[in-house]
Protein backbone atom coordinates (compact mmCIF):
# COMPACT_ATOMS: atom_id res chain seq x y z
CA UNK A 1 0.00 0.00 0.00
CA UNK A 2 1.22 3.29 -0.94
CA UNK A 3 1.78 6.15 1.21
CA UNK A 4 -1.23 8.39 -0.36
CA UNK A 5 -3.14 5.58 0.27
CA UNK A 6 -2.43 5.35 3.94
CA UNK A 7 -3.12 8.69 4.65
CA UNK A 8 -6.18 9.03 2.79
CA UNK A 9 -8.61 9.43 5.55
CA UNK A 10 -8.08 12.21 8.31
CA UNK A 11 -9.41 11.86 11.88
CA UNK A 12 -12.73 14.67 12.12
CA UNK A 13 -12.74 15.69 15.39
CA UNK A 14 -16.10 14.99 17.00
CA UNK A 15 -18.66 18.05 17.27
CA UNK A 16 -20.58 17.96 20.75
CA UNK A 17 -22.50 20.82 19.63
CA UNK A 18 -24.07 19.21 16.38
CA UNK A 19 -26.74 17.70 19.12
CA UNK A 20 -26.49 14.99 16.78
CA UNK A 21 -28.95 11.57 17.29
CA UNK A 22 -27.25 8.23 18.38
CA UNK A 23 -27.15 6.92 14.81
CA UNK A 24 -25.38 10.40 13.88
CA UNK A 25 -23.05 10.20 16.98
CA UNK A 26 -21.96 7.03 15.81
CA UNK A 27 -21.66 7.87 12.47
CA UNK A 28 -19.40 10.48 13.86
CA UNK A 29 -17.30 8.47 16.10
CA UNK A 30 -16.27 6.68 12.99
CA UNK A 31 -14.62 9.18 11.79
CA UNK A 32 -12.42 9.09 15.33
CA UNK A 33 -10.52 6.73 16.49
CA UNK A 34 -10.05 3.87 19.45
CA UNK A 35 -12.79 1.99 20.59
CA UNK A 36 -14.94 5.01 19.26
CA UNK A 37 -14.45 4.29 15.72
CA UNK A 38 -14.23 0.34 16.40
CA UNK A 39 -18.56 0.82 18.01
CA UNK A 40 -19.37 2.62 14.83
CA UNK A 41 -18.30 0.15 13.09
CA UNK A 42 -19.87 -2.05 14.92
CA UNK A 43 -23.24 -0.48 13.66
CA UNK A 44 -22.26 -0.37 10.34
CA UNK A 45 -21.20 -4.65 10.56
CA UNK A 46 -25.23 -5.32 12.17
CA UNK A 47 -27.06 -2.96 9.40
CA UNK A 48 -24.95 -5.26 6.59
CA UNK A 49 -25.51 -8.43 8.30
CA UNK A 50 -29.44 -7.24 7.91
CA UNK A 51 -29.40 -5.90 4.51
CA UNK A 52 -27.73 -9.44 3.18
CA UNK A 53 -30.30 -11.63 5.39
CA UNK A 54 -27.61 -12.98 8.00
CA UNK A 55 -28.80 -15.24 10.15
CA UNK A 56 -27.71 -13.76 13.30
CA UNK A 57 -26.37 -15.39 16.66
CA UNK A 58 -26.48 -13.36 19.94
CA UNK A 59 -24.38 -14.94 22.54
CA UNK A 60 -25.42 -13.74 25.35
CA UNK A 61 -22.97 -13.76 28.91
CA UNK A 62 -22.26 -12.15 32.00
CA UNK A 63 -24.79 -10.23 34.42
CA UNK A 64 -26.60 -8.37 31.85
CA UNK A 65 -29.79 -8.96 32.82
CA UNK A 66 -30.06 -7.95 36.47
CA UNK A 67 -27.70 -5.06 35.13
CA UNK A 68 -30.78 -3.45 32.99
CA UNK A 69 -29.89 -4.82 29.64
CA UNK A 70 -33.16 -7.54 29.18
CA UNK A 71 -34.79 -4.74 27.20
CA UNK A 72 -32.64 -4.44 24.68
CA UNK A 73 -32.19 -8.08 24.14
CA UNK A 74 -36.48 -8.26 24.11
CA UNK A 75 -36.22 -5.52 21.48
CA UNK A 76 -33.98 -7.41 19.47
CA UNK A 77 -35.80 -10.37 19.66
CA UNK A 78 -39.56 -9.01 18.77
CA UNK A 79 -37.80 -6.84 15.31
CA UNK A 80 -35.81 -10.17 14.47
CA UNK A 81 -32.53 -8.16 14.27
CA UNK A 82 -30.83 -11.59 15.81
CA UNK A 83 -32.55 -14.89 14.78
CA UNK A 84 -30.86 -17.64 17.58
CA UNK A 85 -29.67 -16.54 21.28
CA UNK A 86 -27.30 -18.46 23.06
CA UNK A 87 -27.33 -17.40 26.24
CA UNK A 88 -26.25 -18.38 29.66
CA UNK A 89 -28.59 -20.06 32.14
CA UNK A 90 -27.85 -17.24 34.63
CA UNK A 91 -29.00 -14.77 32.15
CA UNK A 92 -32.50 -16.53 31.52
CA UNK A 93 -33.09 -17.42 35.04
CA UNK A 94 -32.53 -13.43 35.96
CA UNK A 95 -35.23 -12.44 33.23
CA UNK A 96 -37.34 -15.28 34.33
CA UNK A 97 -37.33 -14.04 38.06
CA UNK A 98 -38.73 -10.26 36.35
CA UNK A 99 -40.63 -12.25 34.28
CA UNK A 100 -42.13 -13.69 37.39
CA UNK A 101 -42.90 -9.81 39.16
CA UNK A 102 -39.55 -9.73 41.01
CA UNK A 103 -37.09 -7.49 40.42
CA UNK A 104 -32.97 -6.36 40.81
CA UNK A 105 -32.43 -3.73 42.71
CA UNK A 106 -29.52 -0.84 42.93
CA UNK A 107 -27.07 -0.82 45.28
CA UNK A 108 -23.55 -0.58 45.61
CA UNK A 109 -20.25 -2.60 45.55
CA UNK A 110 -18.92 -0.36 48.82
CA UNK A 111 -21.48 -2.35 51.41
CA UNK A 112 -20.62 -5.12 54.12
CA UNK A 113 -21.60 -8.61 52.33
CA UNK A 114 -21.60 -10.41 55.76
CA UNK A 115 -24.62 -8.09 56.62
CA UNK A 116 -26.23 -8.35 53.05
CA UNK A 117 -25.79 -12.49 54.07
CA UNK A 118 -27.57 -11.45 57.03
CA UNK A 119 -30.72 -9.90 55.60
CA UNK A 120 -30.59 -12.69 52.92
CA UNK A 121 -29.60 -10.33 50.01
CA UNK A 122 -27.40 -11.77 46.78
CA UNK A 123 -25.02 -9.16 45.22
CA UNK A 124 -23.63 -8.82 41.91
CA UNK A 125 -21.44 -6.01 41.78
CA UNK A 126 -23.44 -3.27 42.83
CA UNK A 127 -26.46 -4.91 41.87
CA UNK A 128 -28.79 -6.52 45.20
CA UNK A 129 -31.37 -9.34 44.87
CA UNK A 130 -33.33 -10.86 47.51
CA UNK A 131 -32.02 -14.61 48.12
CA UNK A 132 -35.75 -15.79 49.41
CA UNK A 133 -37.19 -14.49 46.05
CA UNK A 134 -34.97 -16.44 43.96
CA UNK A 135 -35.58 -19.30 45.48
CA UNK A 136 -39.31 -19.15 45.11
CA UNK A 137 -37.78 -18.89 41.15
CA UNK A 138 -36.09 -21.94 41.78
CA UNK A 139 -38.76 -23.60 42.89
CA UNK A 140 -41.49 -22.68 40.31
CA UNK A 141 -38.86 -23.63 37.54
CA UNK A 142 -38.40 -26.93 39.07
CA UNK A 143 -42.29 -27.73 39.47
CA UNK A 144 -42.72 -27.09 36.18
CA UNK A 145 -40.06 -29.16 34.75
CA UNK A 146 -41.14 -32.61 36.51
CA UNK A 147 -44.82 -31.57 35.75
CA UNK A 148 -44.54 -30.54 31.65
CA UNK A 149 -41.37 -32.90 31.20
CA UNK A 150 -41.58 -35.85 33.43
CA UNK A 151 -40.30 -38.98 31.83
CA UNK A 152 -38.63 -36.85 28.41
CA UNK A 153 -35.56 -35.94 27.55
CA UNK A 154 -35.65 -32.42 25.79
CA UNK A 155 -33.13 -29.99 24.26
CA UNK A 156 -32.92 -26.54 25.82
CA UNK A 157 -34.57 -24.97 23.03
CA UNK A 158 -37.73 -26.80 23.46
CA UNK A 159 -37.33 -26.22 27.06
CA UNK A 160 -37.53 -22.52 26.60
CA UNK A 161 -40.10 -22.36 24.33
CA UNK A 162 -42.31 -24.16 26.97
CA UNK A 163 -41.33 -21.87 29.99
CA UNK A 164 -41.86 -18.68 27.62
CA UNK A 165 -45.52 -20.24 27.50
CA UNK A 166 -45.84 -20.79 31.14
CA UNK A 167 -44.53 -17.36 31.74
CA UNK A 168 -46.68 -15.16 29.71
CA UNK A 169 -49.59 -16.45 30.97
CA UNK A 170 -48.35 -15.26 34.54
CA UNK A 171 -46.40 -12.49 33.39
CA UNK A 172 -47.57 -8.78 33.65
CA UNK A 173 -44.00 -7.59 31.40
CA UNK A 174 -43.93 -7.20 27.61
CA UNK A 175 -40.13 -7.27 27.91
CA UNK A 176 -39.36 -10.98 28.89
CA UNK A 177 -35.98 -12.36 26.74
CA UNK A 178 -37.24 -15.86 27.17
CA UNK A 179 -41.46 -14.76 26.36
CA UNK A 180 -40.38 -12.92 23.85
CA UNK A 181 -38.39 -15.58 22.12
CA UNK A 182 -41.52 -18.16 22.38
CA UNK A 183 -43.74 -15.60 20.52
CA UNK A 184 -40.86 -14.19 17.87
CA UNK A 185 -40.14 -17.53 17.43
CA UNK A 186 -36.52 -16.97 17.73
CA UNK A 187 -34.81 -20.04 19.76
CA UNK A 188 -33.03 -19.92 22.67
CA UNK A 189 -30.16 -22.35 23.44
CA UNK A 190 -28.13 -22.87 26.63
CA UNK A 191 -25.36 -25.21 26.33
CA UNK A 192 -24.23 -24.72 30.05
CA UNK A 193 -27.69 -25.10 31.46
CA UNK A 194 -26.92 -26.95 34.57
CA UNK A 195 -24.33 -24.26 35.34
CA UNK A 196 -26.92 -21.75 36.72
CA UNK A 197 -30.08 -21.43 39.44
CA UNK A 198 -32.33 -22.80 36.15
CA UNK A 199 -30.20 -25.87 37.18
CA UNK A 200 -30.28 -25.32 40.78
CA UNK A 201 -33.98 -25.78 40.55
CA UNK A 202 -34.67 -28.24 38.75
CA UNK A 203 -32.02 -30.44 40.27
CA UNK A 204 -33.79 -29.16 43.78
CA UNK A 205 -37.01 -30.57 42.64
CA UNK A 206 -35.17 -34.29 41.11
CA UNK A 207 -33.78 -34.73 44.63
CA UNK A 208 -36.59 -34.23 46.56
CA UNK A 209 -39.27 -35.70 43.72
CA UNK A 210 -37.31 -38.80 41.54
CA UNK A 211 -38.92 -38.14 37.84
CA UNK A 212 -37.17 -38.96 34.66
CA UNK A 213 -35.83 -35.80 33.09
CA UNK A 214 -32.23 -34.78 30.96
CA UNK A 215 -31.64 -31.75 29.02
CA UNK A 216 -30.41 -33.06 25.01
CA UNK A 217 -27.32 -30.65 24.56
CA UNK A 218 -25.88 -33.03 22.25
CA UNK A 219 -29.24 -32.26 20.02
CA UNK A 220 -28.57 -28.76 20.94
CA UNK A 221 -25.26 -29.13 19.28
CA UNK A 222 -26.92 -30.97 16.01
CA UNK A 223 -29.51 -27.98 15.85
CA UNK A 224 -27.39 -25.11 15.43
CA UNK A 225 -25.14 -26.79 13.29
CA UNK A 226 -28.07 -26.92 10.93
CA UNK A 227 -28.48 -23.39 11.29
CA UNK A 228 -25.38 -22.72 10.54
CA UNK A 229 -25.10 -24.76 7.62
CA UNK A 230 -28.35 -24.41 6.26
CA UNK A 231 -28.27 -20.52 5.52
CA UNK A 232 -26.29 -18.61 2.80
CA UNK A 233 -24.34 -16.25 5.29
CA UNK A 234 -24.48 -16.19 9.33
CA UNK A 235 -23.38 -13.10 11.53
CA UNK A 236 -22.22 -13.55 15.47
CA UNK A 237 -22.84 -11.04 18.13
CA UNK A 238 -20.58 -11.66 21.48
CA UNK A 239 -21.34 -9.42 24.37
CA UNK A 240 -18.88 -11.43 26.58
CA UNK A 241 -17.55 -14.55 26.10
CA UNK A 242 -18.09 -17.34 28.00
CA UNK A 243 -19.80 -20.79 26.96
CA UNK A 244 -22.43 -19.15 24.46
CA UNK A 245 -19.23 -17.49 22.37
CA UNK A 246 -17.69 -20.76 21.87
CA UNK A 247 -20.90 -22.51 21.32
CA UNK A 248 -22.22 -20.64 18.59
CA UNK A 249 -18.44 -20.46 17.20
CA UNK A 250 -18.30 -24.68 17.13
CA UNK A 251 -20.88 -24.36 14.72
CA UNK A 252 -18.58 -24.09 11.76
CA UNK A 253 -16.07 -26.80 13.47
CA UNK A 254 -18.88 -29.56 14.06
CA UNK A 255 -19.55 -28.96 9.83
CA UNK A 256 -16.59 -29.53 9.44
CA UNK A 257 -16.22 -32.58 11.22
CA UNK A 258 -19.14 -33.88 9.49
CA UNK A 259 -18.15 -33.14 6.17
CA UNK A 260 -19.78 -30.35 5.06
CA UNK A 261 -18.82 -27.02 3.41
CA UNK A 262 -17.54 -24.65 5.81
CA UNK A 263 -16.68 -21.30 5.35
CA UNK A 264 -16.99 -19.48 8.59
CA UNK A 265 -18.96 -16.87 10.08
CA UNK A 266 -18.99 -14.55 8.02
CA UNK A 267 -19.69 -11.22 9.66
CA UNK A 268 -18.58 -10.75 13.45
CA UNK A 269 -19.17 -8.31 16.38
CA UNK A 270 -17.53 -8.87 20.09
CA UNK A 271 -18.22 -6.52 23.26
CA UNK A 272 -16.11 -7.51 26.00
CA UNK A 273 -13.71 -6.26 28.26
CA UNK A 274 -11.12 -9.39 28.38
CA UNK A 275 -8.22 -9.27 26.87
CA UNK A 276 -6.70 -11.37 24.58
CA UNK A 277 -3.22 -11.91 25.98
CA UNK A 278 -4.43 -14.36 28.97
CA UNK A 279 -4.98 -17.33 26.76
CA UNK A 280 -8.80 -17.15 27.58
CA UNK A 281 -11.60 -17.59 24.84
CA UNK A 282 -13.89 -14.39 26.32
CA UNK A 283 -10.71 -12.51 24.88
CA UNK A 284 -9.24 -14.56 21.85
CA UNK A 285 -10.06 -12.44 19.13
CA UNK A 286 -11.68 -13.16 15.65
CA UNK A 287 -8.19 -13.67 13.74
CA UNK A 288 -7.32 -16.05 16.33
CA UNK A 289 -10.99 -17.73 15.61
CA UNK A 290 -9.74 -17.61 11.97
CA UNK A 291 -7.53 -20.41 12.37
CA UNK A 292 -10.05 -22.77 13.52
CA UNK A 293 -12.28 -22.06 10.49
CA UNK A 294 -14.84 -20.53 13.07
CA UNK A 295 -14.55 -17.06 11.49
CA UNK A 296 -14.47 -16.62 7.57
CA UNK A 297 -11.06 -15.37 6.10
CA UNK A 298 -12.69 -12.39 4.45
CA UNK A 299 -15.36 -11.41 7.77
CA UNK A 300 -16.50 -8.42 8.21
CA UNK A 301 -15.75 -8.32 11.87
CA UNK A 302 -14.42 -5.75 14.68
CA UNK A 303 -14.13 -6.14 18.51
CA UNK A 304 -15.22 -3.08 20.89
CA UNK A 305 -13.01 -3.32 24.06
CA UNK A 306 -16.19 -2.18 26.37
CA UNK A 307 -18.12 -2.38 29.04
CA UNK A 308 -21.31 -3.78 27.39
CA UNK A 309 -23.62 -1.97 29.35
CA UNK A 310 -21.92 1.24 27.79
CA UNK A 311 -21.43 -0.13 24.32
CA UNK A 312 -24.71 -2.36 23.96
CA UNK A 313 -27.58 0.57 24.71
CA UNK A 314 -25.68 2.86 22.20
CA UNK A 315 -25.12 0.55 19.96
CA UNK A 316 -28.60 -0.59 20.00
CA UNK A 317 -29.95 2.90 20.01
CA UNK A 318 -28.10 3.58 16.74
CA UNK A 319 -29.54 0.54 15.41
CA UNK A 320 -33.21 1.47 15.64
CA UNK A 321 -32.57 4.87 14.48
CA UNK A 322 -30.49 3.56 11.24
CA UNK A 323 -33.21 1.49 10.57
CA UNK A 324 -36.12 3.75 10.95
CA UNK A 325 -33.99 5.81 8.45
CA UNK A 326 -32.75 3.33 5.81
CA UNK A 327 -36.62 1.81 5.06
CA UNK A 328 -35.42 -1.97 5.05
CA UNK A 329 -37.95 -4.11 5.73
CA UNK A 330 -39.16 -5.60 8.36
CA UNK A 331 -37.55 -9.11 9.26
CA UNK A 332 -39.57 -12.25 9.62
CA UNK A 333 -39.11 -15.38 12.34
CA UNK A 334 -37.35 -17.79 10.13
CA UNK A 335 -37.72 -21.16 12.08
CA UNK A 336 -40.84 -22.91 13.94
CA UNK A 337 -39.62 -23.44 17.19
CA UNK A 338 -42.45 -24.89 18.58
CA UNK A 339 -41.95 -28.84 18.00
CA UNK A 340 -39.81 -31.51 19.43
CA UNK A 341 -37.21 -30.57 16.27
CA UNK A 342 -36.77 -27.26 14.84
CA UNK A 343 -38.18 -26.18 11.38
CA UNK A 344 -36.71 -24.20 8.71
CA UNK A 345 -39.53 -21.30 7.76
Known amino acids: MKKKELLAKPIIPFDP ?17 FQGKNLSLALDIWVRMIREDATIFLGLAGALVPAGMKG ?81 NVTTREFFFHWGRYLRERSKINNSIVISAMESQVPIYCPAIGDSSIGI ?57 IGKDCEGHKFAIQLTAD ?13 EAQSWGKIAKDANMVTVTVDATIGLPILTAGLHQRLEKSGIKPRQAKFDISGESIRFL
Request: glycine residues 8%; contains cysteine.
Open 201 to 257: GIAEEKYKNDFAFQFDVIKDVIETTEIAGNVSATGVIYLGGGTPKNFIQQTEVVLSV
Open 17 to 33: SANPTVNEALEAMGKTA
Open 275 to 287: SPHWGGLSGCTFE
Open 72 to 152: IISYLIQNHLIDCLVSTGANLFHDSHEALGYHHYQGSHQVDDVLLKQHNIDRIYDVFASEIEFQKTDHIVGNFTRQKFNGR
